[in-house]
């Protein structure tokens, strides 16, 4: 995968005023920060590792693929502003490691005893809820 830090000059920061607690401090100053990273239209990364980054972030893409990291945490701009940096890193290293193939298995027989037992139970608790037959 690229590193990271090549890919800063293609990030787009927007920054607005941040929400909570903070008195005057938060009505007057921008301090939230907003960090865009079009995918789709790097000029870094290949389009295998764009197709691998569409599809591992999808639920964090927006309908034209670019990725929106936002952060208020603290009362400085700067700061907000490496921790989006930070979050837009992380992101990129957790949807670029390989995924382990699962292997399958079977239920153990006790784990398949239990279950059944739990059916019967609750089967037998609605039962006796039931009004009987006159």
Known sequence: MVDPSQLYNEMQFS???????????VNKVETRVELRFDIAGSQILTSSQK????????????????????????????????????????????????????????????SRKKRLENKKRHAQKKQDRKKPDL
């Open 15 to 25: 920054m607005s005023r941040s929400s909570g607690a903070g008195g005057q401090h």
């Open 51 to 110: 197709s691998l980054l569409m599809n591992r972030l999808t639920g964090k893409l927006t309908k034209d693929g670019v990725l929106i990291i936002a952060s208020e945490r603290t009362r400085s701009q700067s700061r907000n502003k490496a921790d989006c940096v930070e979050k837009f890193h992380k992101l990129l290293e957790d949807a670029s490691k390989p995924r382990k193939k699962r292997i399958a298995t079977r239920p153990s027989l006790r």
